[in-house]
């Protein structure tokens, strides 16, 4: 079965950086565009980036263009999300989510930015 | 960015009765391959969201037949025909079909 497990996520300082991986199993990896999407605690859901099957195609939120990359090693079925300059408003869970269309999530990882 | 709303924001429901939620989108979702990527997903309470249905009206494996989606263009609606109580949780529209993708901001069903 399809399983997503988000991991790195932790307390940071702002400014500082945290890069967060996703494993996935149970399906053809290299054959899936991936997302990472966020949820604020308390808050809604907040897209924030997607990478196409391949990695050649990458569109983010404007709240995190320049400051994220998504990322995928297809060789390890990894995506990641290298995000530096955290700001307090980046704290959140962040979800790794498959397909063009989100059709499975990850549990999530949550990260914290906070001096 | 396409602005997706949600109505209403809080739904109390009771048991066995029908609930609907609404969403529209500030632009047409009709992609230019013809369809229309507007997704809903469930969160239960302390879970990860799950998506319930794609493409307007295509439920989900697994997603029992209770739960319906129509619409077109920029009005489309979740449908639960008889609420169970394994149905309390927060409902998201999503669309997928122009950058940035968009969310509503979430309909909170509760018994």
């Known amino acids: 079965q399809v399983q997503l497990v988000e991991s790195g996520g932790g307390v940071v300082q702002p400014g500082r950086s945290l890069r967060l991986s996703c494993a996935a199993s149970g399906f053809t990896f290299s054959t899936y565009a991936m997302h990472w999407v966020r949820q604020a605690p308390g808050k809604g859901l907040e897209w924030v980036a997607l990478t196409s099957y391949g990695g050649s195609n990458k569109y983010y939120a404007d709240p995190v263009k320049g400051r994220f990359t998504i990322s995928r090693d297809n060789s390890k079925n990894t995506l990641y999300l290298q995000m530096d300059s955290l700001r307090a408003e980046d704290t959140a869970v962040y979800y790794c989510a498959s397909s063009w269309q989100l059709d499975y999530w990850g549990q999530g990882t949550l990260v914290t930015v906070s001096s | 960015d396409v602005v997706m709303t949600q109505s209403p924001l809080s739904l109390p429901v009771t048991l066995g009765q029908p609930a609907s939620i609404s969403c529209r989108s500030s632009q047409s979702l009709v992609y230019s391959d013809g369809n229309t990527y507007l997704n809903w997903f469930q969160q239960r309470p302390g879970q990860s969201p799950r998506r319930l249905i794609y493409?307007?009206?295509n439920r989900d494996s697994g997603v029992p037949d209770r739960f319906s989606g129509s619409g077109s263009g920029t009005d489309f609606t979740l449908k639960i025909s008889r609420v169970e109580a394994e149905d309390v949780g927060v409902y998201y529209c999503m669309q997928g079909t122009h950058w940035p993708r968009t969310f509503g901001q979430g309909t909170k069903v509760e018994i």
């Open positions: 493409e307007v009206s």
